[in-house]
Every structure is written in structure tokens, then in C-alpha cells.
């Protein structure tokens, strides 16, 4: 069996598509392009706050100490997420330049 690059490449990857043609479960565009921008406000919480945090002892420093710090970072990370202005902004700047 011969293998090449070719076999390795799954040709759906390649192709784009811009947002106006998906449709999730029902979902329309506007409802789902404002999950993804408060996903990512939520994903950047929580590389500022893991990186402020990283030396502090705020869940101790016992076995299992990383992953409870982890967890309550991800907690408030996901709570503010649409709340400090980072998903307004991405989520005017996708829908005006992806008409």
C-alpha cells in the first residue's frame, strides 16, 4: 500500500465556507457567531487570569491544588465571559465584514 500526502489530506478540511452558509441544529448565525465571541472573551479571561495567578496559593498547595486553581479559573472565566466588552467588539467587527 502506497502512502502520500494525498491519502492523508481530508479534502472537506480544505474547503471554507463563510458564516452565512452554516447552520447548526437550528441555530441561526447571529445567535451562534455571539456564542463563539463570548467563547473566546472567556478563553482570554482565563489566559490572563492563569498567567496573574500562576504563583499564588490560592487553592493551596496540596496534591490537587493545580487542577482546583484550574477549575475555579475556567469558573469565573466562563461567568464574565460576555461581560467585559471583548465579544461586543469581535462580534460587531465578524458580523460587519462577513456580509
Known sequence: MEINSNNLINK???????FDDLKT??????????EISNDFESFFINQI??????????????????????????????????????SDMLFEFLSKNNK
Open 49 to 86: 487570569m492563569d498567567v496573574s495567578l500562576r504563583n499564588t496559593n490560592i487553592a493551596g498547595e496540596e496534591a490537587g491544588s493545580d487542577i482546583v486553581k484550574s477549575m475555579y479559573i475556567q469558573a469565573i472565566s466562563d461567568a464574565s465571559s460576555g461581560t467585559f466588552g471583548i
Open 25 to 34: 441544529d437550528g441555530i441561526d448565525d447571529e445567535k451562534k457567531l455571539r
Open 12 to 18: 472537506d478540511i480544505l474547503n471554507t465556507k463563510k
